[in-house]
């Protein structure tokens, strides 16, 4: 579904995402991982077209990529969930599913409230009033308005506490299953995000140092000389 | 009388003027300061059309606002690239760029002004007729930005407003939203140099600095961006507020520098008490708020 071929991304002089060739499919479950600044996001954000200086190819489902037109490219059927700033504050949490459900069918509104009762009971409330863990349901239900056959979530957990992470967690496993849609993860939470996908790679100053299965990663003795 | 109508014109072109800003920087977030140079491109066009190719006065109004419009493409393409304080940069290049071509043509009535403009109508009671057309431009001018910020097209505004990668994320198109905010807000800038100029029958080039800018940024955010009535209230206020000092009497010496020291304290004293500002409610993002709920929720999420 997704092939990244030769993908370098820059920001100036600086290469964040280094030579990376990937290429998965349909319903995959991956979890890419790296300490700061090893250019997970950026790697994510380059999936969607977000980063404008790059040289290489992406495609989805055939199609390219084509940097600096996200709003094209997601429509092709990827859901986005940006690290930061992935709700908006001054709408309520209905009008945020809106925004995305604009383009959609308002059938998915149930569906995202089915997924996350608690946001029903908070639709009135302002987006930017509710909790970091809200926000982030909030987040995730955003990008399942548009109905994507796979999910680009960058650092879905991070500031949550350990039940709500599982929460979160579990409730991107069921989307995975119960929707068959696609999971591509970024996530801190190494230890907790390996329960949920089943392949994992590594990066390390843009480059990929691991990619192989979740067990395979979960296994490695110096799992944390990787972090 | 004379001069109450003259100032309720000057009223009129205000509100049109801070509703249309509050459109573009208010609603939009977009930090643009060049509103007055539409304000300009609008009764110089206009003026030019009326005084060379004797273009009927109405006709030229309405072709000085669309030229307005068109050339807003000017702020709005840069826009696409840059946001934020860059765009206020690009912005004030932009206004000044063009003030200072009008400031050096002969064609324009150079640092002069232009002079002997058509008038759009005339007779004894002529204040009193435009005074009631600008009543109902004005009116328009509220009401059209309080439809476009209603309902759908009025949430996707704030979202993109909010975050411009999340908007796109979701596969909506920012850079759409961006160009017909400028358009909208400088085509109604235009209208309102263009009716301008043909009351005034005289515009000079130092009407659309800078000064200009922060006297409609003040009228925004005093009286409450990102609210359907807080230009208009903002307008009233600040166009009687110096009307009123001159029945002081005071030397002109005093009277100028004055007249900046009170924008100066509104602002900032605005910026400290009451942020929304006169209209803005607390909640839902009016006023500053608008603008600063992105940021605030950005710390608070980096906290957390
Ligand atoms: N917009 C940007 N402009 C300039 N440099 C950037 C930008 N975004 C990221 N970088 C740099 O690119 C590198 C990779 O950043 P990236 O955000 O992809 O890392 P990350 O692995 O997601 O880190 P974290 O775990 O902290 O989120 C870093 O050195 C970062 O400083
Ligand atoms: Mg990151």
Known sequence: MFEVQNL?????????????????D?????????HNGSGKSTLLKCLVGGVRDVSGAVAFGGSPIVADQVHRNVMLGIGFVPQVQN??????????????????DSSFLEEAYALF??????????????????????????????????????EPTAGLAPAIVKNVLGSLSRINTELGTGLILVEQNVLAALDVVERAIVLKGGRVVFDGASEELRAKEDLWAWF | MEYLLTVMVLIGINVILATSFNLILGYGGLMSVAHPIFYAIGAYCSGLLAIHLQIPVPLSILIGAGIAMVLSFGVSLPSLRVSGDYLVIASIGFQLGILHVINNLEFTGAAGGLTNIPVLNEGPSRSLVFVLLIAVVAACAVMLVGWIVEGDYGRAITAMRNDEEAFSALGRNAMNIKIVLFAIGSGMAGLAGALYAHYFAYVTPEQFGIFTSAALLTMVVVGGAATTWGPLVGAVLLTTLPQAITFLGLPVSIMAPLQGVIYTT??????????QGLTGGTRGGGGLEAWSASAAFRARRRAE
Request: glycine letters at 8%; aromatic letters at 6%; proline letters at 5%.
């Open chain 1, 26 to 34: 349909t319903g995959v479950r991956m979890g890419i991982f790296g």
């Open chain 1, 87 to 104: 709700v908006f504050p001054n709408l309520t949490v209905e009008q945020n599913l809106h925004i995305a459900g604009s383009k959609s």
């Open chain 1, 117 to 154: 009762p608690l946001l029903r009971e908070r639709q009135d409330q302002l987006a930017g009033d509710m909790s970091g863990g809200e926000q982030q349901m909030l987040a995730v239900a955003l990008a399942l308005m548009t109905r994507p056959q796979v999910l680009l979530l960058d």
């Open chain 2, 266 to 275: 509104l602002v900032i004293s605005f910026l400290f008490a009451r942020p």
């Open chain 1, 8 to 24: 370098t991304a820059r920001y100036g002089p600086l290469v964040a995402v280094n030579d990376v060739s990937l290429s998965f």
